[in-house]
């Protein structure tokens, strides 16, 4: 036989020869095969979901001449499937192409289709009508939980499976949940399920594999026989101890750092995160030095437009921007970090020329103008109580006895999600947060109305509490008595605001007390300066003295701003959503109070992000 004569040649490369693609772990010799090749991926986490499409190469391209070989990609379910069975797989969320886009570079994807993915997205990346069902225990065995994972996995896996290196696509490897061995339930059998239903729609010979915290008590719970286990550990740390939790759960096979950390998230209140290149480098290089396999999360984390951003406990909202000092911006750009890192895989890998920065343009002031409060938007729809899912809604009730001293109103400690901008016939009186602000005081006669617009802030991605139902989830009191009667208002600000609906209606509010206004919209456009051919280009914008609230380009929800809680100040506006051949339309929803009151009010778009922690290096010419 042909092994007679070669005997060299083990059972992986012959099986290759009848293959000619395959990818499969090598359990003898503590390493990945592709097509019966030694294979080590030098990975980085890009999420599509926070890029618009329209960069998506340029991003895939820099990371390729940073020296990786690989993509690791969250899919996150509740972006997908906005409701039961309603699928979107279009523009931005088109994942196919991203995927064909990272193949045509070269670049080997690492797929993570959840259902969980966690990833400082609303949700941990499920879909809120899952809390249709009252008490449903997500992320185990319960029965609607898995009839729902089922249904969506019967969806999103057939269409992957073309795409499985095997048969001719880039995934080389499956993750199955996330980080499981970090959550309470510990139910096996909701793994075995997963594992199961993986390889039902995927097939025997697809490498899955799950990844926990490198620690014993992690993948205790997070590993199961039949899915390869690795582990996620950020730098700084001893590479040894972190891989020997690895050797643990797996005595032979590749090592694989799947979540080494080049930066970390933000939240609300709290300073920007900034960790060291250098010590990224030095980890980096350890890992490289001992074969093992590494992703670096986040290579480039992107923004979380929208209101996609999650939560952490006790509860703690993520900002618009996901820059989480990573190689690449937010927008893009190449930083120090990014040649550190580029400098350590050059002694593994042979380079190619880095592409340039995207250039920012500064377009300058944009004044603005109250077009309507929060009442504008209660006759635009008016549904009767169903699951709040995003944004914004109304609770409107009055009062049931006169409040001739200022009462108290109030709500249990962690009574709203997130955050209610009260008002009583149409004056601010206060604003009320989850942990945090839970009284304000009311004087009104019997009758008088009672608006409360509350404000999700976004859904906890991570621990027990992921059930995270949005809105009043308590009673309010008013002094001894609750308050009943409730109506709630779905807003539809975003199809009114891309609609254009808002200027239709004339503010006629009662005079507001100095330091609190209710909730506005305001209005300014932009001309795109002639005569210079490369533009638009991309830009920030930033809302001086401006408080809290959320604002849209030309019907693009941009995200939320709140300066006056930082870190972030200013907002990345991607050049793909300006217009040259019209005003550009910048709508404001300010929650708390514009500064208006005392004359005009504007917008600056600038050509810089600030903090300017993680700023790009700035390059004369494009190195060649
Ligand atoms: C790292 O961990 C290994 C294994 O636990 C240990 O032998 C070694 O001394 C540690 N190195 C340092 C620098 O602490
Ligand atoms: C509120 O006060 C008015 C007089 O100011 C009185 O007529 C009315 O009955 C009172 N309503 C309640 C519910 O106490
Ligand atoms: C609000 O109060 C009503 C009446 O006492 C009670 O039935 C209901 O369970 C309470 N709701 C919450 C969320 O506590
Ligand atoms: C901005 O709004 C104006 C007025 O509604 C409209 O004519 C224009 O097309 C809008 N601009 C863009 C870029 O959509």
């Not at 999103?156 to 339930?185: D, H, R």
């Not at 290149?277 to 986040?298: D, F, H, P, Q, T």
């Not at 500064?362 to 009767?384: H, N, P, R, S």
């Amino acid at each position: 036989t042909v092994k007679d004569r070669l005997p060299c040649l083990n059972d992986t490369f012959l099986k290759s020869l009848a293959a000619p693609r395959s990818f499969s772990v090598d359990y003898q010799n503590d390493c990945f095969r592709r097509d019966g090749q030694e294979f080590r991926y030098i990975s980085g986490s890009i999420h599509y979901s926070r890029i618009p499409r329209v960069y998506w190469k340029d991003r895939l391209l820099k990371m390729y001449m940073a020296g990786l070989n690989a993509i690791q990609t969250y899919i996150p379910w509740n972006y997908h499937e906005e409701s039961p069975g309603r699928y979107n797989f279009g523009g931005d969320r088109d994942v196919e192409y991203f995927l064909k886009l990272a193949q045509d570079l070269g670049l080997v994807v690492i797929l993570r289709p959840g259902p969980y993915i966690c990833g400082e997205w609303d949700m941990g990346g499920l879909p809120a009508w899952l809390l249709n069902k009252k008490d449903i225990v997500l992320r185990s065995s319960d029965s609607d939980y898995i009839a729902a994972v089922d249904k969506w996995m019967g969806k999103l896996l057939p269409m992957m499976k073309p795409y499985l290196y095997q048969n001719g696509g880039p995934i080389i490897t499956v993750q199955v949940e996330n980080e499981y061995g970090s959550y309470f339930a510990c139910d096996y059998n909701y793994m075995r399920h997963l594992s199961k239903l993986f390889r039902s729609h995927l097939g025997e010979e697809v490498v899955l594999f799950t990844t926990d915290g490198a620690g014993l008590n992690y993948l205790k719970c997070g590993s199961i026989q039949g899915l390869y286990a690795t582990v996620d550990f950020g730098p700084g740390g001893n590479v040894t101890a972190a891989f020997a939790a690895q050797r643990h759960a797996e005595p032979h096979g590749p090592l694989v750092n799947s979540e080494f950390y080049t930066g970390w998230l933000d939240h609300w209140g709290s300073p920007h995160s900034v960790v060291s290149s250098a010590i990224v480098a030095k980890s980096l290089n350890e890992m490289l030095a001992v074969g093992a396999n590494v992703n670096l999360y986040m290579f480039i984390g992107g923004t979380n437009f929208g209101y996609w951003n999650g939560a952490n406990t006790p509860y703690s909202p993520q900002p618009t921007s996901y820059d989480y000092d990573a190689p690449l911006t937010e927008a893009g750009d190449l930083t120090e970090k990014y040649f550190a890192i580029r400098e350590v895989i050059q002694m593994v890998r042979t380079l190619g020329p880095i592409p340039p920065t995207t250039p920012k343009y500064a377009y300058g002031t944009v004044g603005m103008k109250k077009v309507g409060t929060q009442l504008t938007l209660c006759f635009y729809e008016l549904t009767i109580k169903k699951l709040f899912a995003f944004g914004y809604v109304l609770y409107r009730t009055t009062l049931p006895v006169n409040c001739s001293t200022p009462t108290p109103l109030s709500s249990p400690l962690n009574g709203v999600h997130d955050r209610a901008y009260v008002s009583v016939d149409g004056v601010a009186v206060g604003i009320l947060e989850r942990n945090k602000a839970i009284t304000v005081k009311v004087t009104g006669k019997a009758g008088s109305q009672v608006d409360i617009l509350v404000e999700n802030m976004g859904r906890i991605n991570y621990g027990k509490y992921i059930n995270d139902l949005k809105g009043l989830v308590s009673n309010l009191t008013l002094g001894k008595d609750m308050l009943t009667g409730w109506t709630m208002y779905s807003l539809r600000i975003d199809e009114a605001v891309s609609q254009g609906l808002l200027g239709e209606t004339k503010p006629t509010d009662p005079p507001q007390p100095a330091a609190l206004s209710l909730p506005a919209f305001y209005e300014g456009s932009f001309i795109i300066p002639g005569g210079i051919p490369a533009l638009p280009q991309d830009t920030y914008i930033q809302l001086p003295k401006w408080r809290k609230g959320q604002v849209w380009i030309n019907g693009f929800n941009i995200g939320r701003y709140w300066p006056t809680r930082g870190p972030q100040v200013t907002l990345f506006v991607p050049a793909n959503i300006l217009s040259t051949a019209a005003p550009n339309n910048v709508t404001v929803l300010e929650l708390e109070e514009a500064p208006c009151s005392s004359g005009p009010c504007s917008v600056e778009f600038t050509a810089t992000p600030h903090p300017e922690c993680n700023s790009p290096v700035k390059l004369q010419t494009a190195p060649a």
